[in-house]
């Protein structure tokens, strides 16, 4: 993997996974949502510029990253930065700050923190292929990072 910033690679992930739709729609779990997943104050009917939905997407990656940081106790390499990024975007930073793979994670089980990510593959009860997608994809980042973990801080 070339040498990128964790927000290159997040925000890469991230509107890869969610894709772009510019009017409002439900999502699969009865959310309204809009641009690449925004959920917060979406009402059916609300349309967006696609600019507007990629400042959108870069302020929220932004956040998230910084949400993910501040709960890691143990420095992040790139990918990992990236790949539990785009989960915390995707499942909410209350899930991921209550999850066994953030416990596992600042235990120092960094194999075992990527190896939770598949277990998340679940909306509502319902398996979705998505997701099972995403998260073979977020692990496969997640674990590229251990081999040389350098500090994303």
Not at 20 to 27: C, P, Q, V
Not at 85 to 91: D, I, K, L, M, R
Not at 92 to 116: H, M, P, W, Y
């Amino acid at each position: 993997m070339q040498k990128k910033t964790w927000l290159a690679i997040a925000l890469t992930a991230v509107a890869g996974f969610e894709g772009l739709r510019t009017t409002a729609y439900i999502d699969p779990v009865g959310i309204p949502t809009i641009c690449f997943g925004h959920t917060a104050g979406v009402q059916i009917g609300d349309q967006k510029t696609v600019t507007e939905c990629e400042a959108l997407l870069t302020d929220e990656v932004v956040d998230f990253g910084l949400q993910v940081s501040n709960r890691a106790k143990v420095p992040l390499s790139h990918p990992e930065q990236a790949a539990y990024t785009s989960f915390a975007y995707n499942v909410g930073i209350g899930a991921f700050e209550q999850s066994t793979l953030l416990r596992k994670l600042n235990a120092g089980d960094r194999v075992g923190a990527c190896n939770e990510l598949p277990r998340w593959v679940y909306a509502k009860g319902i398996k979705l292929p998505g997701l099972v997608k995403r998260r073979a994809a977020e692990r496969e980042l997640c674990l590229s990072g251990l081999s040389n973990a350098h500090t994303s801080r």
